[in-house]
């Protein structure tokens, strides 16, 4: 059974800043994130495991959720200097890699199916196994929550989270679907 006063404690144990039950009806994969992937900025577009074409199509997405009810939701804020504060949002994205990984394997204990969502590209290896090999540490393996074809702060808003903290701020959410 999901107990949101208990996950909030153990997200809050973990290092996370906010946190909030996430409603399965409000996950919409959009053709419109996955262009913007496309377009690959950010350079991970069919280059790992966990980014597109790789990580699942949205018809695939949509069917993963559909084995689960609830989950949560999880967010680390970081305050900068100003908005050219890289150190501030590289330490910031780091802490939260390092958190979800750790309330992962918590979570995995009672929930060995749950399917997590992340942020950003998957930078575990130096060099990704992708497309040689298969990926060199499958548990570990997540979408972003962009990367599954989710707009973040749209979820976020829809399950109560705030998604701007404030002025120079920056947010890094990632979920875990549970039951
Ligand atoms: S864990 Fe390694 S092999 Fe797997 S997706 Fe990430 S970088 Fe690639």
Redesign the pocket.
């Known amino acids: 059974m999901l107990d949101m006063e208990k996950l909030g404690k153990l997200a809050a144990d973990f290092g996370f800043t906010a946190w909030g039950e996430l409603d399965m009806s409000t996950l919409e994969f959009k053709p419109e994130v996955r262009d913007m992937c496309e377009a690959n900025t950010c350079g991970q577009w069919n280059r ?3 980014c597109p074409p ?1 990580c699942g199509t949205l018809e695939e997405m949509r069917e993963k959720v559909k084995g689960y009810h609830r989950g949560i939701l999880v967010q680390t804020v970081g305050q900068m200097e100003d908005s050219f504060d890289i150190e501030t949002m590289m330490e910031t994205a780091a802490n939260h890699k390092k958190n979800f990984d750790a309330l992962w394997d918590e979570l995995r204990k009672e929930w060995p199916g749950l399917m997590a969502m992340g942020t950003g ?5 130096a ?4 497309p040689d ?6 548990d ?2 997540c979408p972003s929550m962009e990367g599954a074809g989710l707009v973040v702060n749209e979820v976020c808003t829809a399950n109560g989270l705030k998604y701007n903290h404030g002025k120079d701020t920056i947010c890094y959410t990632g979920c875990y679907l549970l039951d």
């Not at 590209?121 to 290896?125: A, L, Q, V, Y």
């Not at 060099?127 to 992708?130: D, G, L, R």
């Open positions: 790992t495991w966990a790789a590209g998957c930078s575990r290896c060099k990704c196994a992708y090999a298969p990926c060199r540490f499958p570990k393996l």
